[in-house]
């Protein structure tokens, strides 16, 4: 059976990997020249099992209320006249609710710990290269109000069979000695010894070089313009190569990747999925003095911002904004990176030549990714996994390739059928 994958992403090509393995004939298609080159290029670099939680919780809206109008708000609401916006929102409003919270903390936890479980396994199989760390996550609190529900987060995460030790502030510097140089030490932190973190892109691009010489095809610098479909069976994709040439490609089965772009190309097949672009930030900054800069992952509660070392970078990454498609870069939200940055590491790094970017989130309301069959036989769905694309990644696409293989995933997971069970 040939299987065509739509997008090379952290996504796409994790679903050809599996794919691949489960003895099916892949082709990827990108419009992109490379691999990983949109929402996967430059992300937050964490395998973060750790942070189960989604920003859709009871606390979320009144966060988002003292947020309004920040500039350096780390989420931010632009209303825009677009009906798929508001109707995203009002969907996020509905899972803050406390059951609904807890049902999708359950679900994202128990898909990323069997994620990060397949990623290893892949490294083990493969001996792929690429710049990683097996470090853990810390996670740090700087709000006295956070750092006192420390103790109940560690229960919460151990109930999500999630290991997780609860630091004070001499423990976080003794994992982390760079924190002892902050101009504000944490108050507490969370420890997750067996989180990890890594650049995604070094790590796509290290697959996609030996899925090339396992057989599997790549077809890019070629768009996507639509799906062509009959008696309910897609028949085709219409494509558009650089050089301006059209062609229609043909498979048996077709795995839809587009990350943010996913619900843009088959609303015309009148599938409705709710994902919505959420942007967000990051910066690649030099690092000027090793013993400066932290080696284990961070992230800062209190402000939503993570920050791994890949190699001889920082990797600094947060925001979340929801203006739709725009990736323009903001200026303000760089320089509050960089501030933080130096805030935090002191002469570490050297910001004069932080590299910026920005990406856009595939985000569900629940951020629970859309894995699993479409209302189409042929089309299958790998896509939506929002602020963790990086951590669910291996774990979605076995699962897929399970789906696809007419077997049951392992983890316990609302994988979709035929309907949409969650819009
Ligand atoms: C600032 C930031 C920090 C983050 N930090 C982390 C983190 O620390 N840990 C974590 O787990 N996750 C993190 N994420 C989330 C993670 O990066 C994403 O969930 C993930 O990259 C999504 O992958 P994807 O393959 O679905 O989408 P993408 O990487 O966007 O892939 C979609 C592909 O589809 C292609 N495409 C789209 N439309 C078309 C078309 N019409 N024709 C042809 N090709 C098309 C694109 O070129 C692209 O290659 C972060 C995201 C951001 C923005």
């Known amino acids: 059976m040939h299987v065509l994958v739509l997008g090379a992403g952290l996504a796409g090509v994790t679903s050809a990997w599996y794919l691949k393995k489960a003895g099916l004939d892949v082709t990827v298609v990108d419009r992109q020249s490379a691999p990983a080159m949109e929402t996967s290029f430059a992300n937050g670099g964490q395998i973060s099992v750790s942070h189960p939680e989604p920003w859709a919780n009871p606390g979320a809206p009144l966060t988002v209320l003292r947020w309004l109008g920040r500039d350096d708000a780390p989420l931010r609401f632009r209303p825009r006249a677009d009906w798929h916006q508001w109707r995203w929102a009002a969907s996020f409003l509905r899972e803050c609710l406390p059951w609904r919270t807890h049902a999708n903390t359950r ?11 397949r990623l290893t396994e892949l490294r083990a199989e493969t001996g792929l290269q690429y710049t990683h760390s097996e470090r853990g996550i810390l996670h740090v609190f700087f709000n006295a109000r956070e750092a006192g529900l420390i103790p109940e987060r560690v229960r919460t995460l151990a109930a999500h069979h999630i290991g997780a030790q609860a630091c004070d502030a001499n423990r976080c510097i003794e994992i982390e000695p760079a924190l002892a140089h902050m101009k504000t030490p944490p108050l507490g932190g969370i420890y997750a010894p067996d989180d990890e973190s890594g650049d995604a892109h070094d790590f796509i691009n290290a697959l996609t070089t030996r899925l090339r010489q396992d057989g599997v095809r790549f077809i890019f610098d070629t768009r996507i313009d639509g799906l062509d479909h009959t008696g309910g069976l897609i028949d085709g994709v219409r494509v558009t190569h650089q050089d301006g040439r059209k062609a229609r490609l043909e498979a048996n089965s077709y795995v839809l990747c587009l990350g943010s772009y996913s619900p ?87 910001l004069e030549h932080a590299t910026p970017w920005c990406g856009l989130r595939p985000t569900t309301p629940s951020n629970m990714p859309l894995i699993g069959k479409s209302g189409l036989l042929n089309l299958y769905y790998n896509t939506g996994h929002g602020t963790l694309g990086w951590t669910m990644a291996c774990g979605s696409s076995a699962a897929l390739a399970d789906l696809m293989s007419g077997q049951r995933p392992e983890p316990d997971f609302p994988f979709l059928g035929r309907r949409f069970d969650q819009d």
Not at 107 to 117: K, M, P
Request: glycine fraction near 6%; charged fraction near 25%.
């Open 107 to 117: 679900a994202i936890a128990e898909l990323a710990r069997y994620s990060r479980q």
């Open 264 to 350: 843009l190309l088959v609303a015309p097949l009148g599938e409705r999925l709710p994902i919505y672009p959420v942007k967000g930030y990051s910066i690649s900054v030099p690092v000027a003095d090793a013993s400066r800069a932290p080696t284990v992952s961070l992230t800062d509660e209190a402000r939503r911002i993570v920050c791994s070392r890949l190699g001889d970078t920082l990797r600094v990454a947060g925001t979340a904004e929801l203006n739709g498609y725009d990736l323009d870069l903001d200026d303000k939200r760089v320089a509050s990176l960089k501030a933080w940055v130096a805030r935090s590491f002191p002469g570490a790094t050297d």
